[in-house]
């Protein structure tokens, strides 16, 4: 396993690598040899496809395996191999004389240690380490350690000081213990402290191949690529073929029968196949439209290449419907008229499919689904439930309905639930219409201008509810301050609605804006 090497080459540049960054460079700086001999004994087959292998990889790790030499020799020399098996990551201490000098010192101290540990155990008549411990505590430093049954053995012995006792026993230690934990402690921080300065040189020398290890991971990312594009295709339950590749910015995009290299290995899943057809000054911008999991996502991420090919899903998504058709429609508009690259655009914006009737080279692709009709479930003006059956494929042609609650059928959603849904579909269907049929809202998303009459309409409309607010506002007044004349029931209120309605009855019936607004309440 190879780490990201650019990702470390930035922990070094930003000053914030660890000697076990060094390490990990070491651990691929020691692989490349075995790499540049697999390659170099590679059989391709032929010896043009073996001359290509050997000049755009085998020779390039060749150069990168010479000019990291350096930098294992000197992981080598500096840094505890051996120490790395229990991940701990230090300088050797044979490489500096005052490292050697402190771990011979911390060394000789231990051995003290070692020694007071087992007099301590014979004289208490306790087995080293079984039934006496000695522990390094984060407070107390090197100490002894019994079991709380086991501590009674300290009583009436004044040559031992209890340190503590907690849940998992009593810490106590002696007067040469002490000692011996002290002067270990005073050694180990001076260890630390001229390691820390030598793995900062060495940290920086590694540093400077930084330019090296940045090239190096783009060699590896392409070979890796290319690696796992044969494995794939060696594995594929069908056989790949080997597309005819043309020079980057010309040629088509034309796939027959592709395929998704990821969903069609999964277990119990019979792939879909489907042609993609993309055609300079013809079908550069494809618009796919479709129910949700009908497959559309899928379509798209069968071919994609960053020069050749823009993929849009779902673009408007995250806003309010008006502005998000809006934004997916002046985007899909400059690709489509001004950037003219190849573009595969998947939406539920249905009206996008009109794009193609002023720009010639779009195309419109909706993904199958089978709707079968039933009787049950009638919401009132023909409406009737369906059953649906995606079927993954995608055909020419636009797609002339949403299926969204159709799929929150098949997710079982609650039945309340999918009728009231039904029905809010269906007015806002109608409501739709109507402003679209009196001109109100273009393809484009934008609102169209309203016409003279309509702005009369409205600006007379919202005069006449102030005005008949403020007759109504009067109205109640006089209740409230006839309260013991009038009395205050529903009754007397519908009366005094009523009395200001029959007073501005004609002005409304004139007035069609306003009739939509009050329609369904009691002025009707």
Known sequence: MIPDLHRLSKRFQRGVASLQDVVRVYQVVVRLPGLVSTLASCETGSKEHKEMLDAEFTAHFDVYTENLKKLQQLVETTIDLEAVDRHEYLIK???????????????????????????VADELNMEVDKKLKMEDHQVYGWSFRLSRNDSSC?????????????????????????????SFSEASQEYERTQSSLAKEVIGIVATYCPVLEKLNTMVAQLDVLVSFAHVSVHAPLPYVKPHITAMGTGNVILKESRHPCLEVQEDVAFIPNDVNLVRGKTEFLIITGPNMGGKSTYIRQSATVNSLIVIDELGRGTSTYDGFGLAWAISEHIATEVKSFCLFATHFHELTSLGETAPHVGNLHVTAHVGGSDEGDLGGGSKSHDITLLYKVVEGVCDQSFGIHVAELAQFPDSVVQL????????????????????????????????????????????????????????????????????????????????RDHYKNQIKANSWLQEQLTGIYWD
Not at 101 to 117: A, F, G, P, W, Y
Not at 157 to 170: A, D, H, P
Not at 433 to 462: N, V, W
């Open 93 to 119: 201490a044979e490489f500096d004389q005052n490292l050697k000098v402190l771990r011979s010192k911390m060394e000789t101290v231990k051995q003290t240690m070692e020694k007071e540990h087992q007099r």
């Open 154 to 182: 300290l009583r009436n012995k004044s040559k031992y000081i209890e340190l503590t006792t907690q849940k998992n026993g009593v810490l106590f230690t002696s007067t040469k213990m002490r000692e011996a934990s002290q």
């Open 421 to 500: 849904a039904k029905r809010k579909a269906i007015e806002l269907e109608d409501f739709s219409t109507q402003h679209s049929a009196s001109g109100t809202i273009r393809k484009d998303g934008e609102t169209a201008p309203l016409s003279k009459r309509a702005k009369a309409d409205i600006e007379t409309g919202t005069a006449l509810v102030e005005e008949i607010i403020q007759a109504l506002t009067k109205e109640f007044d006089q209740i409230e301050t006839q309260g013991s004349v009038i009395e205050k029931d529903h009754e007397t209120m519908l009366c005094k609605i009523k009395k200001v």
